[in-house]
């Protein structure tokens, strides 16, 4: 009936809200198993409309669907995760839903049941924020999911999910994956370690733990003052989805929570990126490699593809050098071997009396360091860059290329759009290199 008739739906929800929801929690022993996946898939059946949708959407109700998952029955706790997948199509329910809920979602993943490994991958999926994100990796549900590689093979849902938190958290993609795509964005507290571990630690975990003297340096992007929020310097990225800035949170004595770490304020980062926009120009009103439309005909394409390689190019060269010359000097005096980076970096740990560095205070960098001021400068002025790391100290970037040849697209027929991606890549330090073969 609630799936059919509206007026019905509508009569379930206004009276008293969500009370056979929470009678079968209450008296969950006394009602039999039949009758409470009935009432769940009541619920299952409202989400159908907007209005009953919208008086779903609070925090009692997602604390009595989450006291279903913490039951027995595999198939409640099923149907329970449909109606919370059915919830996140909006930003409020996944605020709502961040609020160390995440706790109950990560110790049902442990439960070796592909249907309901399923369902619960494909709430993640819906529900994952930025500070979601975080409070995965401080549960270790992303380590166990990177490291379950027999749940990866058998739920197919399960690499989407981790591809969902990591894509809120690019400091974690890099940590477990060693990489960073073109379409992941260094986000305002993104994170580093000098040295990898067995397990990828939270900000608040390197804080705690770690004392002096201190051995693993850990590198943080902070262009905002973290107490003066109004910036001389505009660093949002131009995709509106990646403004909202990473939501790092320490728990504090009083059990607030705020978004970053206490380090000093990074002003030769934000003098980096002043200095590069005077010479690029706004990303916002110059990324004219996005400019390809499809109603441009063939001569079109190729002279935009001319067009974009040439100014990519350059761009990823000179930036290259910038980063080289802060890093080593103008003509490279300074003696960038391991051993010198590394008592560079002792220095700056004591001087600044904590694990935690910002990027611009690095005047001595190796290849990882380097890699690191690349990519973070490159996402904020609109460099198609990939980041990719192979071990603790061997790092390079890579720029997205268009094919400089006009004549590969000499047979391409009008309103297709050709191939566009090729590699150039910038081996330790960042000596751009273009290559021939098509990404």
């Not at 959407?57 to 149907?79: V, W, Y």
């Not at 009083?254 to 934000?270: E, H, K, M, Q, Y």
Request: hydrophobic share 40%; proline share 5%.
């Amino acid at each position: 009936m609630c799936r059919i008739i509206p007026k019905a739906a509508y009569t379930v929800v206004e009276p008293k809200s969500f009370a056979s929801l929470r009678n079968i929690n209450k008296k969950f022993k006394d009602t039999p198993i039949e009758a409470q996946r009935l009432a769940v898939q009541c619920y299952i059946n409202l989400l159908n409309y907007h209005v009953s949708r919208r008086v779903m959407i609070n925090g009692d109700f997602m604390h009595e669907l989450l006291g279903i998952l913490q039951r027995n029955d595999t198939s409640l706790k099923i149907m329970a995760c449909t109606v919370l997948t059915g919830l996140m199509c909006e930003e409020a329910p996944r605020d709502l839903f961040t609020a160390k809920r995440e706790e109950v979602v990560s110790k049902n993943l442990q439960i070796e049941h592909i249907g309901l490994r399923t369902a619960l991958c494909t709430v993640i999926s819906a529900s994952v924020s930025a500070e979601g994100a975080d409070v995965y990796l401080e549960l270790g549900t992303i380590h166990y999911m990177v490291e379950a590689k027999e749940a990866r093979y058998m739920v197919g849902a399960w690499e989407p999910a981790l591809e969902a938190i990591f894509r809120h958290h690019p400091s974690a993609k890099l940590g477990y994956t060693g990489r960073l795509d073109i379409n992941d964005f260094t986000q305002e507290g993104f994170y580093c370690l000098k040295r990898l571990g067995d397990h990828f630690p939270t900000i608040s975990e390197i804080i705690t733990s770690e004392k002096p003297p201190f051995s693993n340096p850990v590198y943080i992007c902070m262009f905002h003052h973290q107490y003066d929020s109004a910036s001389a310097v505009d660093v949002k990225p131009l995709n509106d989805k990646s403004t909202r800035e990473s939501k790092l949170a320490l728990s504090t004595p009083s059990g607030a929570r705020i978004r970053f770490p206490s380090v000093a304020d990074d002003i030769n980062l934000r003098a980096y990126l002043y200095k590069l926009r005077m010479w690029f120009g706004d990303p916002g009103k110059s990324l004219h490699y996005f400019e390809i439309d499809d109603a441009h005909y063939e001569v079109r394409y190729r002279e935009k593809c001319i067009e974009v390689s040439t100014s990519l190019k350059q761009r990823a060269q000179l930036l290259a050098e910038y980063v080289v010359e802060q890093m080593c000097g103008l003509t490279q005096e300074r003696d960038c071997s391991m051993p010198s980076v590394d008592l560079h970096l002792v220095d700056l740990m004591l001087d600044l009396g904590s694990p935690i560095i910002g990027l611009g205070f690095v005047k001595c960098g190796g290849a990882l360091e380097r890699a690191l001021v690349y990519k973070v400068l490159a996402d904020r002025l609109g460099l198609p860059c990939g980041l990719y790391r192979t071990s603790s100290a061997h790092a390079w970037c890579e720029v997205a290329v268009p094919e400089l040849d006009p004549s590969a697209y000499a047979y391409h027929a009008p309103n297709t759009v050709p191939p566009l991606r090729q590699r150039a890549q910038a081996p330790a330090p960042l000596v751009m290199s273009t290559t021939s073969a098509a990404q």
